[in-house]
């Protein structure tokens, strides 16, 4: 595997790897490699004969007050655990090696979809990833790109941005990994005291009762929700954002709620914000 931590080494190492017609896939990460990103990379093999990730922690899409700070960061295990799973290229660049010039003065424009679900609480979060997605594909110019579903919006928004400004990179979308007890497997997840760890498989249990209650044929949007309100409100250590029923294509709120309508949710455990979503079923 081929670590580039420099600009110049990453063209070194993208002219061995990708030739003309030979396909590239990336995962673009910020580390803290988990399950669901091993997901990410053993789809993005299964498409391409060639995968790169990167590791990038982007302050950019942090607001002040957020974890920039306390974001899980270790280089050198992530490093060993994506050469074991078979990746080609590494790109681990520093904060001044991907903003040579500061902080970029052009950004991404992340348009309306910025005001819905967790837009509506992070001010800036998206026009940050939008960038640094797009600094990415410009320095690395993968055919293919992978996302998980977990992050539905930052999903929708990068298929967006590819669509919108023609990107011309395909972007294949990963299904969630949850751990066994359900919670949603998360770089976050480690910033969880062992309490919180315990209480915050509760966020993944309120969605799978209002995926029951729409199997059993609720469609109210409000029942729905309140189901996932009620199922959270004993919990002491989970402190809800918000949660909604969207339109999964475009974030847009849904009801009476139409099958493969997603539920999503934002909630702090202690101090840690955690998000999931689920897609609902009819039976
Ligand atoms: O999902 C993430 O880890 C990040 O938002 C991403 C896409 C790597 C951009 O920094």
New binding site residues.
């Given amino acids: 595997m081929i670590v580039a931590r420099t600009r110049a080494g990453l063209a070194e190492a993208l002219a061995a790897l990708h030739p003309p017609g030979h396909r590239l896939a990336l995962v ?3 580390g803290g490699i988990h399950q669901g990103h091993l997901s990410l990379i053993d789809l993005a093999h299964e498409r391409a004969p060639a995968v790169a990730a ?1 590791i ?3 302050p950019l ?1 942090f607001g002040p007050g957020e974890d920039l700070a306390s974001y899980p960061r270790d280089p050198p295990r992530d490093l060993a655990v994506l050469e074991e799973r078979g990746v080609d290229l590494v790109f681990l660049p520093a904060v001044e090696e991907m903003y040579t010039e500061g902080e970029p003065a052009v950004t991404v424009d992340p348009g309306p979809l910025e005001e819905r679900l967790c837009g509506m609480f992070r001010p800036g979060h998206f026009r ?2 939008l960038t ?2 797009a600094k ?1 594909f410009g320095l690395i110019r993968p055919d293919i790109a992978v ?2 579903r977990k ?1 539905l919006q ?1 999903l929708v928004m ?1 298929e967006r941005m590819v669509r919108d400004i023609e990107l011309g990179i395909e972007i294949i979308a990963c299904d969630t990994v949850r751990e066994p007890d359900g919670l949603a497997v998360s ?1 976050r997840n480690a910033l969880l005291s062992s309490d919180e760890r315990e209480a915050a498989p509760a966020l993944a249990r309120a969605l799978d009762e209002a995926a029951a209650r729409f199997r059993e044929g609720e469609r109210r949007a409000n029942v729905l929700l309140g189901t996932v309100h009620d199922a959270l409100a004993e919990n002491k250590l989970l402190r809800l954002q918000y949660a909604e029923v969207v339109d999964p294509r475009s974030l847009n709120r849904v009801d009476p709620v139409p099958e493969g309508a997603a539920v999503a949710l934002a909630a702090f455990c202690g101090s840690v914000r955690l998000i999931d979503n689920l897609v609902l079923e009819a039976a």
Avoid: E, H
Wanted: hydrophobic share 45%.
């Fill in positions: 673009p990460t910020m990167s990038f922690v982007n899409q940050g990833v640094v997605v990415l996302f998980g992050d930052q990068i770089s």
